[in-house]
Each structure stands twice: as C-alpha cells, then as structure tokens.
C-alpha cells in the first residue's frame, strides 16, 4: 500500500502542509504517525479523503457539515442530503450577488451619464435586499415536516391538514391543479413545496419534465424514493436555488398558507423570477386558514403583468391560476 509524508501529499493536493495539519485538528483526517519521531504519512484512502474535503471546501461547504458528509459517505441519503443545503445556501448567496450587481452596474451607468446622479436607485436596492434578507431569516419550519414525514411517509400533506381537508377534495383538488396547468410532454416545469410527491406524480403522468423542491429533507427523500426521474431539490419557496427565467410552469398546492403575507410576496417574486415569459403558474391554498391569501396573490400577479383566474374548488380551498404575459 502506497503511503507518503505530508509535505509530498500536500504537493500532490495542491495546498499547503499547513492545510493538511489545520484538517487533521479539526477531525477531519486521521493519518499514521510513525512512534518514533511522529512524521505524519498518508494512505491512498486518506488521499481520497482529502480530495473530497478541499473540493468541499472550495465549494463552500462549512467544515462542520463536511465532517458529517465524509464520514457518512456510505449512507445515501445522508449525503445527498448534506449537499442539498450546502447547495440551497450557496445558490441564496448567488442569487444576493446577482441583485446586487445590478444595483452597482445601474449606478455606474447613472454616474457615467450624469456625473451625479441621486442616491435614490441605490438606496431602493439596498433596501429591497435588506427587506428580503430578514424575510427569508424569519422562516422557519414551525410545523416540523421531518418529524411529519417519519411518522406518515406519503400520507404527510394528508396529516399536515386533518380537520382542515377532506381527503377526496384533497385529491380532487391536485387534479384540477394539472387541469389548469396542462402540462406539454417535455416542457419544464416546476413543483414548489412538493411534500411526499402526490401532486408531483400526477404532473410527471403528462410526460413533463419536472423539477421539485422541497424544504424538508425527510420528505425530499420520499419524492426521489417514489419519483427517481424527477429532479428533486432542497430549497424553501422563499429561496428557490434555480436559475432564473427557466420553467415553462409552476405549480404550488397547500403551501402558501404557512407565509405571511411579506413572506408570500418574496415567494411570489422568486416564482417570477424563475418563470420563463408566456408561463403559467397555478396555486392551490386553503380558504378556511386565511380567506384573503387567493385575493392577495391573485392582486399581485396582476399587479405584476399577469393574466389571473380564480377559481374556488370546494368549500376549504381555491385556486389562483396566473399567465406571464
């Protein structure tokens, strides 16, 4: 077995000796140390292992998490799952930049023209990047869906509205979700908090290509489980880690109800960010927790250049069908 000293790994890795030290004191790697003057060599598997750590590390990932994800590598799920947020909180940060870079480039393009332009434009960026900022912290998930999905598997969105949904209304009401939407064979589209992947299999009978995301780890393992052909993602609908202006439709039911209502309008401009031009976008929501969230909504699109169609399914729930103009 091949096994080399420190300063030759570290050339082969393409850091520093140092680096490797830092690791091994974090945890993170445990080479043999010879008894007699406690040279440190490295193993072809500790190789291997420091591959994974720097690749992880320049990609973002917080150390901590990459312990748990190496040390877990056997483990599926575990380390899909790891990866999932680590990619959710790097795709937040992009999409942050990119707003950002606007604002700088639109205030450039200002002094350039005039020489002195007003604060206004710049102070109204950092302000909408602040405003969605703290939105986004504010979430969390009080209802425990992990927790949910362990104890229910598929039946989570059932359990997650007991006392508030007839079981036969919920169904009946996924099923209109597609009606509206209509999905194409091949087109892109996207399911928005897709819980245990009920309406999720309803669309891909369609033959559209899905993406979902979904904010519980527990219940985005039931979805790639159930569904292997769907692209399943982990991201919360306040922050979706998906390029922009790329999906024909979204779909979004029984979720809109856990937002408040500065909450449901950062969503509701992630749904348009990520909507291709002449989209669609159908949303089915409870009447019976909040009776104004479908008027809400359904001002919003139109505010935003949006056709709108409202229409209420049974008595607990309706929904807000919107083109993209």
């Not at 080479?31 to 591959?51: G, M, V």
């Not at 994800?69 to 937040?92: C, K, P, Q, V």
């Not at 159930?226 to 202006?245: E, H, I, M, T, Y």
Request: glycine share 4%; aromatic share 8%; hydrophobic share 40%.
């Amino acid at each position: 077995m091949i096994s080399i000293r420190v300063h030759e790994a570290a050339k082969q890795l393409g850091v520093t000796p140092r680096t490797l030290r830092f690791y091994e004191e974090k945890g993170l790697i445990q080479p043999q140390k010879a008894p007699d003057n406690k040279y440190r060599s490295y193993s072809e598997q500790d190789l291997t292992r420091l591959r994974w750590i720097i690749s992880l590390r320049e990609l973002g990932m917080p150390l901590s998490t990459i312990h748990e994800t190496i040390s877990r590598m056997n483990e599926t799920d575990i380390f899909i799952r790891n990866l999932d947020s680590a990619r959710a909180i790097l795709y937040e940060q992009w999409v942050t930049a990119t707003k950002a870079l606007k604002a700088l480039d639109e205030t450039i393009s200002e002094w350039q023209r005039s020489r002195n332009p007003g604060l206004e434009r710049l102070e109204h960026a950092a302000d909408e990047m602040k405003r969605t900022r703290m939105i986004r912290a504010s979430w969390s998930d009080q209802w425990n869906y992990d927790e949910m999905a362990l104890l229910h598997g598929y039946d989570t969105p059932l359990a997650a509205l007991q006392g508030v949904l007839e079981e036969d209304h919920y169904y009946e009401a996924l099923i209109r979700t597609v009606e509206w939407l209509d999905p194409v064979s091949d087109e892109l589209g996207l399911e928005l908090a897709s819980g245990s992947g009920n309406l999720t299999a309803l669309i891909v009978q369609t033959g559209a290509s899905l993406t979902a995301v979904e904010q519980s780890a527990e219940l985005l393992a039931i979805v790639r489980r159930r569904l292997p052909a769907v692209d399943a993602k982990q991201g919360n609908l306040l922050s979706l880690p998906l390029a922009a202006q790329s999906f024909s439709f979204i779909a979004c039911s029984f979720a809109m109800h856990h937002l408040d209502h500065a909450q449901q309008e950062v969503a509701l401009e992630e749904m348009d960010r990520v909507l291709l031009s002449g989209g669609r976008i159908a949303i089915t929501g409870l009447t019976t927790i909040n009776v104004e969230n479908a008027k809400q909504q359904a001002d919003w699109f139109r505010r935003n250049g949006y056709s709108v169609i409202t229409e209420s399914l049974n008595s607990a729930s309706q929904l807000v069908f919107a083109s993209k103009l």
